[in-house]
């Protein structure tokens, strides 16, 4: 196998080039098809918007590239069959895909999931789980791609939404079958380079969800939650315990033993950065903040040693679909006045 | 009018009096007909089941006296409807009403409505309100009179829900008219005196709510939320601002000002015990702790000012029937698998 | 015994009148001493300020009352040997006598008093405690009889300090026997009636002290730590884990297990409001929040209950001297350079 | 001037030279002095133990190159006078040099040394300052270089308390003259690796300070703070306003303004990751959560661009000394018995 090279891939000859020289890449390209087709790449971070997706993963997983790929898995769940499809068909190969949910990476969340697995809680009853931002509070800030269907797909939903979903999955182990929802949008209309412009993308949906085990999940998420600037908080409980979670502390997990002594129970504020925890040994010495940041490097540690070992890394594809069509089925029921749906299992 | 006897009326004869003597009324009974039509008793609190609230309270009424309600209104929307009835009549005979949702008396509630009904945070687009508790987390605790509909009339949402929605409508000061919602019990049979019996309430709901400006309002509460013992928690989220309140930690009231310098804006935890509070000027000097119970304190000074000065006050037994209303469409919605259903506002 | 009379004493008769019968006192007099010869008044609850304690205590004792002090014992050592002795003697008749360090009867203060005493947390090594206030913040703020030395005997380090080292003294379970300190006034200058006047009593002190066993204790306390209204923190770090309060959050216990699994360490915040805490089987529903007054009703409780039952109260007239005597050395240190002084034990 | 090699020094040749490759250095070197030599090494970044800062700083400013060194400055005056004055000489010729106190470069420390600058709290009449550790609260863990004074230097004061202080003359823009200090090692013997060892270093300090404008500081550190992994907490209390900050949540800033309505007084949680806040520029997106890391990347840009620019960094060496003249003091105050100590200027 020939040497791996970094290539840069863009758009604009200029910038790209500029971008690929400032961030230490090997070479810049605009042309994506030439690149796969070089054997001195081995694998792939794909970054485009959601409707490019399925184009480029299929071509990169035919070529025998491995894949890492921003989510949500695309813009229609058309798309995003025909993409589980040729990552089965690529792992048959020994050619690996992974989807982007860099929360899972997270490691007090690593830390949640491992928890809740081994049964810490019990069975996990019902959850909680919210996506506040406020960055479209202002009614008279412009209009912007984002607040596009054409162009974003959706709004809140598949930003936020998506990450809530795959994140509840994870950490369950089971997926949702059933779902109810809402979608709104506060600022119908906002101004557009020629003039007042609608909004045709929510910015809030909340959701209720059920998995085949009996828990139920509240979700909600805003892009207009005054005061939060990226609070995904997570809440889990069980019928031994519970679990509590916060990125904007993200170094801290708060776990509650149900089975402790009634007069000390209570929740547990433990700072999720010692060297027995996930992923701790590749960071700082214990007890200083990781960032954001650290999710993305984890992330593709994983991905890369599940290329280096010849395992599958997750979320997979198909993981990225599952997601989809919880999403899809609140859509669904909240343009039909919020009644339950069933959710496919693919 | 003949100076003012308190007495204290209850079933059992002996325990009656007894507590009578234990907390200092001037007498017992066990007759409350007979007590009602004393000259000297000009006001009731009603205390009793919510299946007694409707003949008791119409009977005092009739009888001419004030009086103050335990929430909820009634177990059904047909005898809230009576008494709102015997109330308007009553009051144009001068006589008051009034239910106790006694968390609309918690200092940093009131400042909370003050502030919005002032426009401090702009109009509400979005409301969190959540009530969690944990006493029925341990699924081999007992059956007991709580957990029969026969009995209760309902589970969490008319124990916890009736709360937040008075409180919800309080706040925003306006009526909720379109609800879905989403009814649950995690534990369907408890033990009980003879064998296994079945839990016909939920011990957890989840709802969303609009009013006719435009508001949505998500609302959950719980039983089974494993280490919250009375976690009522709002959010308020505005056009221009943001407010924040947790029961536990009573005396804080969190405040976001959007409209400030964005490297100043954060939420701002206000010590309501201050002079400038509402209630404060009768408690303790300014930062100590008022506890839960300054809540029933304060309405009562607040009825017993009203019936003084000859005012009516607030929540009414229409404030009550508002709140029946809303949590009747809630269980609708929940019955036929969650869709929206509009709420009468009488 | 004649049953007893609720008499309040007090100074002008038209408001001791006014107040006796507006909080339900039977009678009300301006006469101390005629009232300590009543053969109606079993005790007394002396809340004077503490240049008038020594002689109302002491005659109180003498005729065999039950007496309830509040702190400070004493404006100076030498009163307060003179109280200590007439309490010695006073025991030996059966006759009661206990000071009023509040702070002791907070429910999570006395769990941790409790939880240590048990060796939850090993030998204590550090301490810190902190009271901070923020009323002189300020400096225009007018002069008044806090601030005079000839009337308040000493400023912050009298009235908040004494309940530091009191509840320090409460929660070791053992004596300061060295101290170190630091008396500090911000504003040395405020305006009085007839023009500026000099402040003579501190607004900050700070020392360091420690126990025969080796614990150290690090305190502070301040009238111009400006956001803070009644800020007392404790923490104490022992061998085997740690303890954290802050009286804004009087409910809340943060206990540290550090023998615990190192995965799963972290600060436990316990809702001290459960059945099986101290003074609980006296208050609310668990989880209601408990208020800064409960800590007077316990006390409260306490001192009659031990009446009743004939043992004797605690914090004693010697526990009230031992505090004196600890804040007597940190004053010395502060005007002699901050050197250690140690601390006599009577 | 020659291209820069990036040339990392060790002293171990094989452990070296693995390290630059793992890290992507260009070449690995044992010896310093002749790296010192080279034309195409343009600044050195010394991470040694502290004794042997004098020789390579000194040397390295000598030979022209810029100077970023790991604090703190020397483990002895005598040492850090040279350097100071090696380093000013260096500045002549205009070669920059930098002590690494890199907590000034926690963007909301840095906000916090803005807002202090331009007033907005008023004059910082008290200061809370404290650093809090757990590694060596378990007495059995073994005896190590850091615990043995020959090696070592000193305990916490040096390695964290260096930190405190350099942050408190960075905040305050003032420095200390006056200190009064108590330092303690709770653990005195630990196993080493031929029986029981006396440890003769400090694991936990206190200490007030004074500056020439009044302010007053209390210090402490420790590695005995149970339950504690890098506490880094830092409190002002101005005559207008105050602030708090705590490194376990180090993306927030507590502000408060005491000049606003008194109703509305609080403590405002300011998420200092906003466009608007230092460093942010270079940072992801607003809200999401930086770390520890982000203070040295900081760091390490201020330094490059002050090189680049030709500026002189912050904090110089001179600055660096004034903060081990601090520490000195407080050793001499604890090694007398406590009382207050003069601290030199330079």
Known sequence: MQPARRVLVGRDPARTAEAAERFGWDQASTDWRAVLEREDIHAVDICTPGNSHAE??????????HVLLEKPLANCIGDARLMVAAAEDARSRGVRSMVSFNYRRIPALAYAR??????????VRQVRMSFLQDWLV???AGMRWRLRKAEAGSGVIGDL????????????????????????TFVPERPGPSGMEQVDVDDAFWATARTASGTIIAFDASRVATGHKASLVVELYGAQGAIRFDLQRMNELEILDDLADPSDRGFRTVNVTQDVHPYLDGWWPRGHVLGWDVSFVNQLADFLECVRVGTDPEPSFSDGLRAELVLSAVSQSAASGGGAVDVPLA
Chains 1, 2, 3, 4 share one sequence.
């Open 138 to 140: 202002d009614a008279s």
């Open 56 to 65: 480029i993963a299929i071509a990169a997983l035919e070529a025998g590239k």
């Open 114 to 123: 491992q928890l809740i697995s081994e049964g810490r809680i019990g069975h």
């Open 161 to 184: 939404g998506s990450h809530l979903v795959d994140l509840c999955h994870a950490l369950l182990s089971e997926p949702i079958v059933e779902v109810s929802g809402l979608l709104h």
